[in-house]
Nanobody, 120 residues
Framework: VQLQASGGGLVQPGGSLSLSCAASGSFFSLNAMGWYRQAPGKQRELVATVTSGGRTNYADSVKGRFTISRDNAKNTVYLQMNSLKFEDTAVYYC???????????????WGQGTQVTVSS
């Protein structure tokens, strides 16, 4: 199982960026997907998650500015980031909870990080 993230980059404050992350490989069930981020010198923190049924959860710091969504047919999760602030600068990591085979329990997988830099 692999999680391949794309997007990110450099943007000015108030700007927008979008991230996407696709899960590939063989697995029995793909449950919640989401995004975490880690700024220099800080711990990794949750940004947003979305269940397979579409229920979303956001960190208070991004509510109203970020939107998470997913395409179950493509096993892909998206993060639309608007009104970006300096403090949104971080490496963003894709995350998925999935069951590899019918005999496994749920496991957490991480994608490679993608850098988001908000700078003037």
């Amino acid at each position: 199982v692999q999680l391949q993230a794309s997007g990110g980059g450099l943007v000015q404050p108030g700007g927008s960026l979008s991230l996407s992350c696709a899960a590939s490989g063989s697995f029995f069930s793909l449950n919640a997907m989401g995004w975490y981020r880690q700024a220099p010198g800080k711990q990794r923190e949750l940004v947003a998650t979305v269940t397979s049924g579409g229920r979303t959860n956001y960190a208070d710091s991004v509510k109203g500015r970020f939107t998470i969504s997913r395409d179950n047919a493509k096993n892909t999760v998206y993060l639309q980031m608007n009104s970006l602030k300096f403090e949104d600068t971080a490496v963003y990591y894709c995350n998925a909870l999935l069951i590899p085979t019918a005999w496994d329990t749920v496991r957490r997988y991480w994608g490679q990080g993608t850098q988001v830099t908000v700078s003037s």
